[in-house]
């Protein structure tokens, strides 16, 4: 599986837009982008997940440029309680959805 | 909201004991997984299952065992605990829904061993 790297940590404030790069160089073809949350003491949270251009919820977006190498999770107006670990993985479908968790990037949101 | 339950969620005991950290799902969900968790540390995998009868060993080497007699229930065994045993233990399922495989992860069991 692609190996991801992103940032360590982030500082932001309360109603700022926040953009998570993640680097992924050895992408494969059925490999998708997936994204989770991890509050303290508690587990991984799925956030969003796409293959390629932009997918959107009611959480978060999900950029992917053509040549699906990087992705950037955006997060709309963010606030203290999205303080959280945020980790970027690659995931491939014939390997039944086995996640690899890197060191994620841990978010701070400030008042 | 997912409905996955782990037990104990907290577990204090002394080397050389045998335990056994329960996960169950009534999700129906075909694939279950155990990472282990160290403070500030990222997530590793250490088993997973692609259904009942099946088990593999994850990318990190554990001398934990599971097992999976049933669909809902995977639970991992230490028979003799060390303090090097000591950390939190995620267990989690997936199922692939609408193009996405989604995992769902339980609360965690935090594990201390004196």
């Known amino acids: 599986l692609a190996k991801t790297t992103q940032p360590i940590s982030m500082d932001s404030y309360e109603g700022q837009e926040v953009n998570i790069t993640c680097s992924h160089n050895n992408i494969a073809t059925n490999d998708y982008i997936t994204w989770y949350q991890q509050f303290p003491s508690q587990g991984p949270r799925f956030i969003i997940q796409g293959y390629k251009t932009k997918v959107t919820n009611e959480v978060a977006s999900l950029f992917i440029p053509a040549d699906r190498k990087s992705s950037t999770l955006s997060l709309p107006r963010v606030s203290l309680s999205d303080t959280a670990v945020y980790y970027c993985l690659v995931v491939r479908y014939n390997q039944g959805g086995k996640l690899i968790f890197g060191q994620g990037t841990e978010l701070s949101v400030k008042p | 909201e997912a409905d996955i339950y782990q037990t104990p969620r907290y577990l204090v005991i002394g080397t050389g004991k045998k335990i056994t950290l329960e996960c169950s799902q009534t999700?129906?969900?075909?694939?279950m997984y155990w990472y282990q968790q160290d403070p500030g540390m990222e997530l590793h995998l250490i088993h997973y299952?692609?259904?009942?009868?099946?088990?593999e060993k994850g990318d990190l080497s554990s001398e934990s065992t599971v097992s999976r007699i049933r669909t809902e229930h995977f639970p991992l065994t230490l028979e003799s605990a060390r303090p090097s045993h000591t950390s939190q233990y995620l267990c989690?399922?997936?199922?692939?829904?609408?193009?996405?495989?989604?995992?769902?992860f339980g609360p965690g069991t935090r594990l201390t061993v004196t």
């Open positions: 999700m129906g969900h075909d694939k």
């Open positions: 299952s692609y259904g009942v009868n099946s088990t």
């Open positions: 989690a399922s997936s199922e692939y829904k609408e193009g996405t495989y989604e995992q769902y």
